[in-house]
């Protein structure tokens, strides 16, 4: 098989990096996350790069990064919240083993607090923003997946074993 094991998609602060590394490690394999891959490559915050040069910007780094993993990388993947707008990437995902974690609005202000660190949900209601992203995104995360995995309520064990029970993964 070329291309990961598993690529994780999914809104900003369901948890991709910690159930990516738990997957990796369950797995035997490595984890990447294209959002790392870009902060190390411009030695600065996404949140920077959002208020410097502007988000569509972010979004021709951030496709040049998600191809550059998929084609290199063959452990656990976890994508930012916004990778699936662009088609080419969409496209990338085709035939893949993608997971998307999902998540209710309640457990993202749970999780994140919805505060205004996350460039996308620096306006005066981030839980209504949040639920407007979540409205133009959700199709684009069910298209790309071969499965949905709800993380709400669950630990970051419970939701990486339901990833590896969903893709058939788990070793016996």
Known sequence: MTGPRIVLVGPMGVGKS?????LAARLGTTFRDTDADIVAAEGREISEIFVDDGEPHFRALERAAVARALAGHDGVLALGGGAVLDADTRR??????????????????RRTGLD?????????NPRQQWKRLMEERRHL????ARVVVATDGRTPEEVA????????????
Do not use: H, N
């Not at 910690?18 to 738990?22: N, W």
């Open 92 to 109: 990338l995902l085709t035939g893949l083993p993608v997971a998307y974690l999902s998540m209710e609005v309640a457990e993202a202000v």
């Open 116 to 124: 205004a660190a996350r460039p996308l949900l620096a306006v005066v």
């Open 18 to 22: 910690t159930v990516g590394e738990l």
């Open 141 to 144: 995360y069910t298209g790309v």
């Open 161 to 172: 074993d339901g990833v590896l029970d969903a893709l058939e993964l788990r070793k016996a």
